[in-house]
């Protein structure tokens, strides 16, 4: 069985490399990456369950990263990670990375893993995504009952009204 993905995104290695070796678990497993950039194309490549990304990073903010996160992979929970935490970011993280939770450095390690873990839990026990032609399928049936059905003769073929049968 393959294990869940948690990547860590942050431009300091020695915060990310510390933190993997504090989140490592039998559970998951854990990626690092030291840019967005970096990141996505992690994500491009397999898919990850959880994000922890980093606010200030160069080239792209924690936020805008998981801005495209939330559009590009909506089933992967969103933590944002911050030293300066500001209203305006927690406002951007919220509003348009549609974060799960925001966080402030320093961080104890313990308590990620525990939310990591909770997470990854939410993940497994939601419904399956509901495919929107399934909806749209059952919305047609109840508005137009027998719309999906098809009438065949006795040899298979498929039997269509003639227009001036249905006026």
Same mark, same amino acid.
């Given at each position: 069985?393959?294990?869940?993905?948690?990547?860590?995104?942050?431009?300091?290695?020695?915060?990310?490399?510390?933190?993997?070796?504090?989140?490592?678990?039998?559970?998951?497993?854990?990626?690092? #990456?030291?840019? $967005?950039?970096?990141?996505?194309? *992690?994500?491009? @490549?397999? &898919?990850?369950?959880?994000? !922890?990304?980093?606010?200030?990073?160069?080239?792209?903010?924690?936020?805008?990263?998981?801005?495209?996160?939330?559009?590009?992979?909506?089933?992967?929970?969103?933590?944002?990670?911050?030293?300066?935490?500001?209203?305006?970011?927690?406002?951007?993280?919220?509003?348009?990375?549609?974060?799960?939770?925001?966080?402030?450095?320093?961080?104890?390690?313990? #308590?990620?893993? $525990?939310?990591?873990?909770?997470? *990854?839990?939410? @993940?497994? &026990?939601?419904?399956?995504? !509901?495919?929107?032609?399934?909806?749209?399928?059952?919305?047609?049936?109840?508005?137009?009952?027998?719309?999906?059905?098809?009438?065949?003769?006795?040899?298979?073929?498929?039997?269509?009204?003639?227009?001036?049968?249905?006026?």
């Amino acid at each position: 069985m393959n294990r869940p993905v948690v990547l860590l995104v942050d431009d300091e290695p020695s915060l990310v490399e510390g933190l993997e070796l504090r989140l490592r678990s039998k559970a998951f497993r854990v990626l690092t #990456a030291t840019s $967005a950039k970096e990141a996505l194309e *992690l994500m491009s @490549q397999q &898919e990850v369950a959880v994000v !922890v990304s980093d606010e200030r990073m160069p080239g792209m903010q924690g936020s805008e990263f998981l801005s495209v996160v939330a559009k590009s992979f909506p089933e992967t929970a969103r933590i944002i990670l911050t030293g300066q935490a500001s209203v305006e970011a927690a406002m951007r993280a919220i509003n348009d990375a549609k974060v799960a939770h925001f966080l402030t450095k320093p961080c104890d390690a313990k #308590a990620l893993k $525990a939310l990591v873990e909770k997470l *990854l839990v939410e @993940q497994l &026990e939601a419904p399956p995504p !509901v495919d929107k032609r399934e909806g749209a399928i059952t919305l047609l049936e109840t508005l137009h009952p027998g719309i999906g059905q098809v009438r065949r003769d006795e040899t298979g073929a498929v039997l269509l009204d003639d227009v001036d049968d249905a006026a």
